[in-house]
């Protein structure tokens, strides 16, 4: 498994339409093939930032991923929305091992 944590800041007035296009992404990011889970959560005491987490089959995968058109159209419409760069942390799963994962 190939696993990617994303953290995103928006601005502030641009959360609910962040919300909208990023569920539109993780719904459709679901439906790929090589992805395991695609999770998106929402910060409770900071609402304006969140985090993705993203399981995929293999490190391919999460390349053939940011080659869809629903994460092209995610990517430019949140990009201006953005209150700084988002960060991306890559893990490699040990627990439970790749063959457990269904």
Same mark, same amino acid.
């Given at each position: 498994?190939?696993?990617?944590?994303?953290?995103?800041?928006?601005?502030?007035?641009?959360? #609910?339409?962040?919300?909208?296009?990023?569920?539109?992404?993780?719904?459709?990011?679901?439906?790929?093939?090589?992805?395991?889970? !695609? #999770? !998106? !959560?929402?910060?409770? #005491?900071?609402?304006?930032?969140?985090?993705?987490?993203?399981?995929?089959?293999?490190?391919? #995968?999460?390349?053939?991923?940011?080659?869809?058109?629903?994460?092209?159209?995610?990517?430019?419409?949140?990009?201006?929305?953005?209150?700084?760069?988002?960060?991306?942390? !890559?893990?490699?799963?040990?627990?439970?091992?790749?063959?457990?994962?269904?």
């Amino acid at each position: 498994m190939f696993t990617v944590i994303v953290s995103i800041q928006v601005l502030p007035e641009c959360v #609910d339409d962040f919300i909208a296009i990023t569920r539109y992404n993780a719904e459709n990011s679901r439906k790929e093939a090589g992805v395991v889970r !695609f #999770d !998106f !959560f929402q910060e409770i #005491d900071n609402p304006a930032s969140f985090r993705l987490v993203e399981i995929y089959r293999g490190k391919e #995968d999460q390349a053939a991923h940011q080659q869809t058109a629903h994460y092209l159209k995610w990517r430019e419409t949140v990009s201006p929305m953005m209150a700084g760069e988002r960060t991306r942390v !890559f893990l490699r799963n040990l627990d439970p091992s790749d063959a457990e994962w269904k």
